[in-house]
């Protein structure tokens, strides 16, 4: 994930419920700031999952404004390199 | 998921290893055309390590030409109708 300054509207993806992600999406939507939805590995799916949620039920009005993937290196603990995928989905409030 | 005439250039994921559809993918986009790679819920996750894997080391100069995100209505076993995220990944071959 690229490292920008905009970090407040940023929503990064775990593994708590799908709505407080939503929510706090929703509330960068409503400041009339574009979000962007983080995430990586397996919470690529939530990630999808709480951005259509959002799309469908609480912000009709927000577009899709872009969608990247990517692929990140993390290093384990036990000091192996393993490529993990990524997407950043950018929603803008209208 | 969208219903298109294209049947044949379109990758859906599932549970088979992953190799396999970047396989499938790459054979796809050497016939010069545009392979869509689709997924739905937790296999979203899935396609995005397929055209991750296949754009970084198999076909260097594809490009993604688009991404949608979507939710699909299925119905249950027990016939409750349930949303389902999914992901459509165009990748054009340059």
Chains 1, 2 share one sequence.
């Not at 929703?26 to 962007?36: E, G, H, P, R, V």
């Amino acid at each position: 994930m690229s490292d920008d300054k905009e970090n407040d509207n940023n929503v990064y993806i775990g593994k708590r419920p799908t709505m407080n992600y939503v929510m706090a999406a929703m509330m960068i939507l409503n400041n009339d700031k574009t979000c962007c939805i983080k995430a990586r590995g397996r919470a690529i799916s939530h990630a999808v999952d709480v951005a259509e949620i959002l799309k469908n039920k609480f912000a009709k009005d927000a577009k899709y404004k872009d969608i990247r993937l990517s692929t990140e290196q993390l290093t384990n603990n036990d000091g192996k390199i393993s490529n993990v995928s990524s997407i950043e989905i950018e929603i803008s409030p209208k």
